[in-house]
């Protein structure tokens, strides 16, 4: 079992920058790819970014490319996402998940496990 909370949401202007930060619970946090899914009002959760277990691969969701930076600090069970030039479009429940099948990266049928998710918003 593995226990997420994500934290870091909140109100941002467009242009500005915030980071996102997802606690994993568990003593195998370090063998998972971690991602970054987001939902919008009456949208389905989409794909923005993945991480490998040891940090050396990302992935990014052409929304986002050169944007968003996904990282993890696996002493402290912990995955990152830093938004630098949001744009509203950008506002969604964002959620980070723990990747457990081999699905691809980009599917949220992957991954498992979820955090409550949290509000991102970004004010034109």
């Known amino acids: 079992q593995v226990q997420l909370v994500e934290s870091g949401g909140g109100l941002v202007q467009a242009g500005g920058s915030l980071r996102l930060s997802c606690a994993a619970s568990?003593?195998?946090?370090?063998?998972?790819?971690m991602g970054w899914f987001r939902q919008a009002p009456g949208k389905e959760r989409e794909f923005v970014a993945a991480?490998?277990?040891?940090?050396?691969?990302?992935y990014y969701a052409d929304s986002v490319k050169g944007r968003f930076t996904i990282s993890r600090d696996n002493a402290k069970n912990t995955v990152y996402l830093q938004m630098n030039s949001p744009t509203p479009e950008d506002t969604a429940v964002y959620y980070c998940?723990?990747?457990?099948?081999?699905?691809?990266?980009?599917?949220?049928?992957?991954?498992?496990?979820w955090g409550q998710g949290t509000q991102v918003t970004v004010s034109s």
């Open positions: 998940a723990v990747k457990t099948n081999s699905r691809s990266y980009s599917s949220a049928a992957a991954y498992d496990y």
């Open positions: 568990g003593r195998t946090f370090s063998t998972y790819v």
């Open positions: 991480i490998s277990a040891s940090g050396a691969y990302t």
